[in-house]
Nanobody
Framework: EVQLVESGGGLVQAGGSLRLSCTTSGFTFDDYAIGWFRQAPGKEREGVSSIENRDGSTHYTDSLKGRFTISSDGAKNTVYLQMNSLKPEDTAVYYC?????????????????????WGQGTQVTVSS
C-alpha cells in the first residue's frame, strides 16, 4: 500500500523557515517523482516543486524559485521541502504526492493531474 505522510508544518513568523518532510512507503522510491503542492483557503491547489528520484532532477514553480528547495533521501524514502524567507501568502496546506515515472518520460511534474498518490497534508501558517 502506497503511503505518504507529511510533517513539519506549523506557525512561523514572516521571514522564518520551515522544513517539510514527506515520508513514503509502499513503492520503489527511485521509480517515482514526488511533488509538493499547496492549497490556500479559497484558492486552487498549485504546484510548488517536484523531484524525480531516479536522476534527482528538480523543478520549481517560477514564483518560488530561490526561496524553496526540494531534496530527497533515498535511504529514508523521504523528500524534503526547505522553505526560507516565508511570507504570509505562503500560508496553505502543503501536500506531497507521488507518481511513477515511465522510462524516457519528461515532465516538470508540477501538475496535480499527474499524480496518483497523495498525503493528507500539513498546515503552514505564516504570520505577519
Amino acid at each position: 500500500e502506497v503511503q505518504l505522510v507529511e510533517s513539519g508544518g506549523g506557525l512561523v513568523q514572516a521571514g522564518g523557515s520551515l522544513r517539510l518532510s514527506c515520508t513514503t512507503s509502499g513503492f520503489t522510491f527511485d521509480d517515482y517523482a514526488i511533488g509538493w503542492f499547496r492549497q490556500a483557503p479559497g484558492k486552487e491547489r498549485e504546484g510548488v516543486s517536484s523531484i524525480e528520484n531516479r536522476d534527482g532532477s528538480t523543478h520549481y514553480t517560477d514564483s518560488l524559485k530561490g526561496r524553496f528547495t526540494i531534496s530527497s533521501d533515498g535511504a529514508k524514502n523521504t523528500v524534503y521541502l526547505q522553505m526560507n524567507s516565508l511570507k504570509p501568502e505562503d500560508t496553505a496546506v502543503y501536500y506531497c504526492a507521488a507518481t511513477e515515472v515511465p522510462p524516457f518520460y519528461y515532465s516538470e511534474f508540477l501538475n496535480d493531474h499527474e499524480y496518483a498518490y497523495w498525503g493528507q497534508g500539513t498546515q503552514v501558517t505564516v504570520s505577519s
